[in-house]
Nanobody, 115 residues
Framework: QVQIVESGGGEVQPGGSLRLSCVFS????????MGWYRQAPGKQRELVASAANNGTINYADSIKGRFFIIREGAKKTVSLLMNSLKPEDTASYYC?????????WGQGTQVTVSS
């Protein structure tokens, strides 16, 4: 049974840092993508960063240079290092794993940036 477990959310002051982690328990065959999305209240869910096992990495323009994605294939984990956090980064963050036409989502973890 496929399971995604996320951890690492919380509340931080502007300028602070957080690390999100995601562990995937299912099988991964061939090319697959692990990534993070976020959704703020009243807004659509958007891609933050993704990393494929073929080396392709994508970042949203709004977080380039501040957030970094780390994929550990053998452990089937993906982490998001978030630095210089801003109030506009406040959102629920979701891990997504895509493989062979299937998308698997985590339950989400809240990140709140507030003074």
């Amino acid at each position: 049974q496929v399971q995604i477990v996320e951890s690492g959310g919380g509340e931080v002051q502007p300028g602070g840092s957080l690390r999100l982690s995601c562990v995937f328990s299912g099988s991964l065959i061939g090319v697959h993508v692990m990534g993070w999305y976020r959704q703020a209240p009243g807004k659509q869910r958007e891609l933050v960063a993704s990393a494929a096992n073929n080396g392709t990495i994508n970042y949203a323009d709004s977080i380039k240079g501040r957030f970094f994605i780390i994929r550990e294939g053998a452990k089937k984990t993906v982490s998001l290092l978030m630095n210089s956090l801003k109030p506009e980064d406040t959102a629920s963050y979701y891990c997504k794993v895509s493989n062979r036409g299937n998308d698997y989502w985590g339950q989400g973890t809240q990140v709140t940036v507030s003074s």
